[in-house]
């Protein structure tokens, strides 16, 4: 508890993860980071993370969290440059696993190209909270002339997706005490900043994009959807999933639709682009097995309200897709 | 826990707290919030809160969590512009709770002339958390033309405190289930920009500014001290320190010096400049008992290590003032 109450202990804490973070502006040492001034109009956004447990095959919360806030600001259209780092440690958190979770930080950082430029440490007593939970806040620069909103979405448009759906999901659930199954899998929780940046660098001009985290792609497409009235198909032997991954989901009855995933990417683009988009994707690391999963069916006029997603089955069918109501893994991120 | 797991239920939760901060940028619906671009440097701050109990006179951990961003902003000489607001629940908080807790988030960023422009929701189970923690980033746009970093701070400078200290760590306290008694005190939770922008505007220039939050007076001053070496002098007899307070501390052995404030400010100034500093801080309502504590005694030379505070105690003698190594108050913010 001494850790976090504003004395010389908290300050050998954060000197210990300011060493390891290794930022000039962590360095200035002040209540806030002082940048350089950002051109154009500005990207904000927060996230925290209390994914449990804490460290997974493929990942840790620390990479989560700086994955996480570095592709919200990615899916708007925007270069990530400054996070911050709030930490709430659980009094008794060993400070080698804090060492781990701040490693594991700085290392997902650089690998996206982002600074932590401020951060913020409390303790709480034990069983008031679960080792570490992290909130990070990210700044990105807005590129110029990109609509993301959704508001162009047109008949016949393609959906894809970056990926395999569902990697992350089922690594943690894997790892739950009350399951525990060896799954063999890997979290796929990866920055898509520089994805992103090939992929609108190759002259795509998608119009539509988010990251499928919590809710999935089914959470995605229906707030698509739902903006403008669209309705979409998706053709389920186009989705992208590895047979454990589908296998498991049937198992638990969970929906591969409806899954976390903390590297993968919707992107919505006019059919005459899909192309030369996939191409651009696949070029990249982390979109090697990028597909089109589906198309915009057709628009309604743009005030209807609604919009409806559906799925062309694997045996032939039609399958409403839906927003789960309140999804079977909870603290997933 | 169906609240947090990026369903319909989450949805619902994230519009009615949508509904009570009213903000524009909420309204986007994005991941992360498109804002104007922001003339000049950017500061980029953030806090978590932990404070317990959630409720306390003069304020909440709502507007303890807006307070807190805004004023580690407006210390480094920024204008707070944009806030984002990241909340951790404990499985099982009323809804009823959660709301008085929005409420109190919008009605300080009111206050505060800043804008909640993106959030984010977590829920964790009974026994995993303490009701809310709320983490809390912030931007602003840096003013021109200040150095606050204490490299100009020279022999004879006042040390100026901006009110009453300890008021928000004995209030705190005194609501902890180990002591339990009625102080009848109030938190001085406070956005301490108002009165910042009054003081820079009335044309002081000063060398140094902190809020003292956790460590208090005692870890600004040997901030101060430590930077560039400097021998600082404060005098007991001039600390605006309620009886009730003062008493408080004897009676639990807390130092006056190293309680935490939520609405209190420590300004740096040459002599010459102090009387009109004190002017504009006293003509703020939140700056009405502001006092010269002290003064900067000598400097040494820069590159020396170390620096020193002392304090002429009310009975004549002197006192060496140190940073606490772990403060007796956890969770007081």
């Known amino acids: 508890m001494g850790h976090g109450a504003g004395g010389i202990l908290m300050d050998e804490l954060i000197g210990r993860m300011k060493g390891i ?172 900043n520089g994805m992103i940046a090939a992929l609108l660098e190759s002259g795509a001009a998608p119009v539509f994009m988010r990251d499928l985290t919590r809710g999935g792609l089914a959470a995605a497409l229906c707030e698509l959807a739902a903006l403008r009235g669209l309705e979409l198909e998706i053709d389920e032997e186009a989705l992208p999933v590895r047979d454990e991954v589908r296998a498991l989901g049937e198992l638990l009855g969970i929906d591969v639709l409806t899954m976390a995933n903390e590297g993968k990417l919707l992107a919505v683009l006019p059919a005459p682009a899909a192309e030369s988009a996939l191409a651009a994707l696949r070029a990249h690391p982390l979109g090697r097995e990028a597909r089109i999963v589906g198309r915009v069916l057709a628009e309604r006029s743009a005030g209807t309200a609604g919009g409806s997603v559906r799925m062309r089955t694997a045996s032939g069918g039609l399958r409403r897709v839906t927003r789960p109501y309140a999804e079977k893994l909870p603290r997933i991120c």
Chains 1, 2 share one sequence.
Do not use: W
């Not at 939970?133 to 110029?144: F, M, Q």
């Not at 395999?164 to 898509?192: I, K, N």
């Open 21 to 192: 973070l290794g930022s000039t502006y962590l360095g200035q040492g002040l209540d806030s980071a002082l940048l350089p001034p950002v051109t154009g109009s500005l990207a904000f956004t927060t996230d925290s993370f209390v994914v449990r447990p804490l460290f997974f095959p493929g990942g840790d919360i620390g990479k989560l969290a700086v994955c996480g806030t570095v592709n919200d600001l990615s899916v708007v259209g925007a270069r990530p440059l400054y996070l911050s780092s709030a930490l709430i440690l659980e009094e008794g958190l060993p400070l080698e696993t804090l060492d781990r979770i701040v490693f594991s930080i700085a290392e997902a950082a650089r690998e996206a190209h982002v600074e932590i430029v401020t951060g913020d440490t409390k303790v709480v007593e034990k069983g008031r909270g679960d080792g570490v939970y992290i909130a990070t806040s990210g700044v990105g620069a807005l590129r110029e002339g990109l609509d993301l909103s959704g508001r162009l979405a047109a008949e016949g448009d393609a959906l894809i997706v970056s990926g395999r759906l569902g990697d992350h999901a089922m690594t943690v659930l894997g790892l739950r005490e009350s399951l525990g199954f060896d799954s063999g899998l890997a979290s796929d929780c990866a920055p898509l």
